[in-house]
T-cell receptor, first 114, second 116 residues
Framework: AQSVTQPDIHITVSEGASLELRCNYS??????LFWYVQSPGQGLQLLLK??????LVQGIKGFEAEFKRSQSSFNLRKPSVHWSDAAEYFC????????????FGAGTILRVKS | EPEVTQTPSHQVTQMGQEVILRCVPI?????FYWYRQILGQKVEFLVS????????KSEIFDDQFSVERPDGSNFTLKIRSTKLEDSAMYFC??????????????FGQGTRLTVV
């Protein structure tokens, strides 16, 4: 069965510090990968996506993610966190072999301290 | 920028009542979805809809649930007889065909359903 693991439930970083949120997946197929962000009371906003090609993808708000097939990972990074980045972040995975549905990780809540 | 809109944003209903959650997907998208997120848990796929029929559904999507595209713009999720455990945030989404390549699912703001 397909699964997505976000091992960190909560992460706290200082404003201006770098950030890395982890995502590992288990899929019997070539995945396409997404990171979404959810602010309180808001919907899911797409940060970035990977389908093929360059394994380092750039997204909105200064985020990037790197697909590492050998590690089945798609970690999200940002070099300098802003207070407005505080939110919940979800990794999601799909695959052609599994139709159009996405499987989500449990989410990581990011807190930013000033 | 195109967006998926959902109404209402919050719905409170009594156990056993029927509820209909409404969504307006992005107009040129062909695939429509419902996901739900029980408080404190992960976002879960419920159903996908393409070409006026269900293309895939999860084991959560039992006979109590149904989806419909009653006209050219709306996409609805009906829960026939709500249970306490149906309380959750329900997200509608729409997309192109992932199997065709580079696309993404756009999500609505969600409807928070509270069953009392």
């Amino acid at each position: 069965a397909q699964s997505v693991t976000q091992p960190d439930i909560h992460i706290t970083v200082s404003e201006g510090a770098s950030l890395e949120l982890r995502c590992n997946y288990s899929y019997g197929a070539t995945p396409y990968l997404f990171w979404y962000v959810q602010s309180p009371g808001q919907g899911l906003q797409l940060l970035l996506k990977y389908f093929s090609g360059d394994t380092l993808v750039q997204g909105i708000k200064g985020f990037e993610a790197e697909f590492k097939r050998s590690q089945s990972s798609f970690n999200l990074r940002k070099p300098s966190v802003h207070w407005s980045d505080a939110a919940e972040y979800f990794c999601a995975v799909g695959a052609k072999e599994y139709g159009n549905k996405l499987v989500f990780g449990a989410g990581t809540i990011l807190r930013v301290k000033s | 920028e195109p967006e998926v809109t959902q109404t209402p944003s919050h719905q409170v209903t009594q156990m056993g009542q029927e509820v209909i959650l409404r969504c307006v997907p992005i107009s040129n998208h062909l695939y429509f979805y419902w996901y739900r997120q029980i408080l404190g848990q992960k976002v879960e796929f419920l159903v996908s809809f393409y070409n006026n029929e269900i293309s895939e559904k999860s084991e959560i999507f039992d006979d109590q649930f149904s989806v419909e595209r009653p006209d050219g713009s709306n996409f609805t999720l009906k829960i026939r007889s709500t249970k306490l455990e149906d309380s959750a945030m329900y997200f509608c989404a729409s997309s192109g065909d992932f199997r065709a390549g580079n696309t993404e699912a756009f999500f609505g703001q969600g409807t928070r359903l509270t069953v009392v």
